[in-house]
């Protein structure tokens, strides 16, 4: 499932305008009579309603944390996680001042005295602190209460120091070593994130150049995904001074008068960088990757990335077969058009032993036992492929990579950040039915680049369906799940 996606608005929210089903869903004296659902999408709603909004989340946050007793600490390991993070993201980069006591209160919570809360209760204390301290902070990245809401070097340090550095303001000397340190994070998502800070900053200018030439060495592909994305979208920033100009501006016998356009050239770090990466042998299902890559060449002409375009058009991938003759057609005199490869692949193994009945297996997560009923009926390979990777122990230890509070839960990339997979493709098997909730869909990047993510939807989203194969229901407080939350076991059940 592509990372923009992003669930509907519910009918009844997008019916008022001025928000005030959202703001009631939310801070009402009924508040539990509402949906973990209908509260996330209310929290959304709040945060894409402009300043009338944001105050509107404000109200809430105001009314839902209470400053003397911020926040149950049992209730962080549920539902209402979700919806506190959401809320918080619906501020906004500027926060009302009416908030600042409450966010304080959330900036500083804390277990009770004499308790010892698990690894899971944790984490999601130090995200809402450093997502608080983060609001607090406002662009002030070395200020006390960023500094001390979690272990400095934590993701959730890392996070809330990063929104503050590129937050609104030029990045001059000081921000600027921050970002740096940033962009080498040992957090990958922290690291990706300060990559996507550069289409922000053209001013960071040689250090951009720098980091976007380490990450495409990187051997994440989400690191390299990102670099070849930022190069793709501005080509601009890894172009240098030509060294033709160079040499002229130096020579003592130069007479002429500089350039009002003087030439620039690749930049050499970054095209050898580019090259690099291009000839790696990506697994087949690292389709994202190897799209970004080519049009990251083509973007900055280098003659290797219209030799891989020129290769792609003969993969077996139709995604990958159509974006490359998307890159072939910038040239002028290029021929755009790719034929179909001698051969499409591979038939998949499953085919020859599907499963025959619904399998069930069972998840041992940070946020409690989670289950999936994977049926073979509308997506027998896609199932078995499934239940294979599930009895040789592949989802064990994998981190949830991706929650979007009251639309979907998603996992299974071992990377941990949503670029990876299992090393081989699922070609897609939909079919026009609906996606209602805890149904569960096998997660794309395009047509046929499915592997091992799956997805498990939390209410019904009409759009999904006949776009993404769904490959059985789930059983759980799935809602319960955060980012960063593992699954710890993974049991099959014939």
């Not at 404000?58 to 007793?69: K, N, T």
């Not at 000397?173 to 550069?198: G, H, P, Q």
């Not at 080519?294 to 002409?301: F, H, L, R, S």
């Not at 193994?349 to 940070?366: G, K, S, W």
């Amino acid at each position: 499932m592509s990372r923009a996606t992003d669930g509907v608005l519910l009918r009844s929210v997008q019916k008022v305008a001025s928000g005030q089903y959202a703001l009631e869903a939310l801070a009402h004296e009924k508040y539990a009579a509402y949906s973990a659902v209908e509260r996330a999408e209310a929290a959304r709603t709040l945060g894409r309603l402009g300043r009338d909004g944001r105050s509107g989340a404000a109200d809430a946050i105001i009314y839902l944390v209470p400053e003397r007793d911020p926040i149950a600490i049992a209730a962080l390991a549920g539902d209402d996680f979700g919806v506190m993070t959401t809320l918080l993201a619906a501020l906004g980069g500027e926060p009302p001042k009416k908030t600042d006591k409450t966010l304080a209160a959330l900036a500083n919570l804390a277990p009770p005295p004499g308790s010892t809360p698990t690894a899971t209760l944790a984490r999601r204390m130090a995200t809402l602190r450093c997502t608080a301290a983060g609001l607090l902070a406002r662009g002030a990245f070395e200020s006390d209460v960023l500094q001390k809401c979690a272990e400095p070097g934590s993701e959730a340090w890392e996070r809330a120091r990063l929104a503050a550095v590129v937050h609104r303001h030029p990045m001059d000397k000081e921000r600027r070593a921050a970002w740096l340190t940033l962009a080498r994070s040992k957090n990958v998502s922290v690291r990706e994130a300060a990559l996507e800070a550069i289409g922000a900053h053209p001013e960071l200018k040689e250090h951009a150049r720098a980091a976007l030439a380490d990450a495409l060495a990187s051997d994440k592909p989400g690191v390299v995904t990102i670099a070849a994305e930022q190069i793709h979208a501005h080509p601009d920033r890894v172009y240098v001074l030509a060294q033709s100009e160079i040499r002229a501006a130096l020579d003592p016998n130069n007479r002429a008068e500089p350039s009002a356009t003087p030439a620039r050239e690749l930049d050499a770090a970054t095209a050898r960088a580019l090259r690099a990466a291009l000839a790696k042998p990506w697994s087949e299902d690292l389709i994202e990757t190897k799209v970004a890559l080519i049009d990251a060449a083509v973007a900055v002409g280098l003659k290797e990335g219209r030799d891989a375009a020129t290769a792609a058009c003969r993969d077996p991938n139709a995604t990958l077969r159509a974006r490359a003759k998307k890159a072939l057609a910038t040239f002028p005199d290029a021929d755009a058009t790719c034929a179909a490869p001698d051969a499409m692949g591979d038939a998949a193994p499953e085919i020859a032993a599907p499963i025959a009945l619904a399998t069930t297996v069972r998840f041992e997560t940070d946020a409690g036992k989670m289950s999936i009923r994977f049926d073979p009926t509308l997506a027998p390979i896609a199932a078995t492929r499934m239940v294979a990777l599930a009895k040789g122990g592949f989802y064990t230890n994998v981190v949830v990579h991706r929650v979007v509070p009251g639309f979907v839960v998603q996992f299974g990339d071992p990377g941990g950040d949503g670029y990876g997979g299992s090393g081989k493709l699922l070609r897609c098997e939909t079919a026009p039915v609906a996606f209602d909730a805890l149904d569960v869909g096998v997660a794309l990047a395009g047509r046929d680049t499915g592997s091992s993510q799956i997805f498990v939807t939390l209410a019904r989203y009409p759009h999904l369906e006949g776009e993404y194969t769904r490959v059985g229901h789930a059983d759980g407080d799935w809602a319960a799940l955060a980012e960063g939350d593992v699954i710890r076991s993974v049991a099959v059940s014939d």
